[in-house]
């Protein structure tokens, strides 16, 4: 698995302007991420990574997760009492949690309701991002 030039430049630009540079573990990562968007914890990014780069541990996954992350290359996706998943998927939406099967699903917001959740704020405020997430199962 490599990345793409689009994705390659996209991370460098990212980490550049945080300071910092697109290593091959960062690499690795972001590509993993890329590659199969179904919003994996970081152990299950780190038993995919070993597939290419069985010499990466599992603390620089983190840390590579973490530059990331800083970098608005990803987004942590947190759901109550569950492991921190990864997002690769930058375009404002919310996620669907499945407590059946562990499934994380994206979800599209329209800018009408984005509009109006931001509307709701008190006045003088401005929402920098809007995290949703929705629990619940199959019917």
């Known amino acids: 698995m490599q990345l793409n030039a689009e994705y390659k430049n996209l991370l460098k630009n990212a980490l550049a302007r945080s ?18 968007r179904d919003h994996p914890t970081a152990d299950e990014i780190y ?13 620089t996954v983190y840390n590579c997760l973490e530059t990331l992350t800083e970098s608005g290359l990803i987004r942590a996706v947190n759901f109550e009492r569950e492991p921190t998943r990864y997002c690769p998927n930058l375009t404002q939406h919310a996620h669907f ?16 309701l984005l509009a109006e959740l931001k509307a709701a704020l008190p006045e003088g405020y401005c929402a920098e991002q809007i995290d949703i997430a929705f629990n619940g199962q199959r019917r």
Do not use: H, N, W
Request: proline share 2%; with cysteine; charged share 30%.
């Open 47 to 59: 038993a995919r990574a070993r597939g290419e780069m069985p010499s990466i541990s599992l603390a």
């Open 97 to 112: 949690y499945c407590k059946a099967t562990g499934e994380v699903i994206d979800i599209d917001l329209k800018d009408s």
């Open 19 to 36: 300071g910092l540079r697109a290593t091959k573990q960062r690499e690795q990562i972001f590509t993993v991420l890329l590659d199969k």
